[in-house]
């Protein structure tokens, strides 16, 4: 099976544009959960998404926004883009299924605010 | 709100010396516990998990970790390290009700020198 994919791997952005970033998961998968990583938070969870609805979200601003499809695709987007937003942004997919389950992780978008 | 621990953020060890990495977790009641590896240059990988049953957990290259439910700790050992197990470990830990937000410690960098 093909792994998490995101795209693109990397961006370059300046402070109040905004930015979409794409996940595809695993095949069969319907969960899909974005983090957040950087140096001095570290891995911090944004949201989930489970056929097509938000199930949990984190402590992050309404800057910060997602969406899945019905092929279970999703998109993350930022808005107004702060210098403090450079992170890698990390998509991870599952079954979805409560208490067993399992997040396999992509390898990433790195955003840089300029 | 709930955390996780992990004691050692730098850990430099031989090749063939034994590990045991550190991580506490703040809930009191049911989780699951994982542990994530990544490697320099590479994306998350699920090293081991720890739903239910045998607190004893084994997980790929020979790396295993006990969950001691009164003490809240989910230590992963191995007992020789290589050279290639170079590479930052994320303990993390999903609440029962949690859907999938995982809480992530901060991560130990391990250096394995020859």
């Known amino acids: 099976k093909a792994g998490v994919t995101q795209t693109p791997r990397y961006l370059i952005k300046t402070r109040g544009q905004q930015v979409t970033l794409s996940c595809s998961p695993i095949?069969?998968?319907?969960?899909v959960s974005w983090y957040q990583q950087t140096p001095g938070q570290g891995l911090q969870f944004l949201f989930e998404?489970?056929?097509?609805?938000?199930?949990n979200k984190g402590n992050f601003p309404g800057r910060f926004s997602g969406r899945q499809f019905s092929n279970s695709r999703s998109e993350m987007n930022v808005s107004t883009l702060e210098l403090g937003d450079s992170a890698l942004y990390l998509c991870?997919?599952?079954?979805?299924?409560?208490?067993?389950?399992?997040?396999?992780f992509g390898p990433g978008t790195r955003l840089t605010v300029l | 709100a709930q955390s996780v621990s992990q004691h050692n953020h730098h850990v430099i060890l031989s090749e063939a010396a034994s590990l045991e990495l550190g991580c506490n977790y703040s809930?009191?009641?049911?989780?699951?516990l994982f542990w994530y590896v990544q490697y320099p240059g590479q994306h998350l990988q699920l090293l081991l998990k720890?739903?239910?049953?045998?607190?004893l957990v084994k997980g790929i290259k020979g790396f295993e970790a006990e969950f001691i439910k009164s003490k809240f700790s989910f230590n992963l050992r191995k007992p020789s390290v290589q050279w290639s197990d170079t590479a930052e470990y994320f303990c993390?830990?999903?609440?029962?009700?949690?859907?999938?937000?995982?809480?992530f410690g901060a991560g130990t960098r391990l250096a394995v020198h020859p």
């Open positions: 991870a997919s599952s079954t979805g299924q409560l208490n067993t389950d399992t997040q396999y």
């Open positions: 095949s069969g998968h319907r969960s």
């Open positions: 998404y489970f056929s097509e609805t938000q199930r």
């Open positions: 993390a830990v999903r609440v029962s009700g949690g859907y999938n937000k995982l809480i």
């Open positions: 809930y009191g009641g049911t989780v699951n």
């Open positions: 720890y739903f239910s049953g045998d607190p």
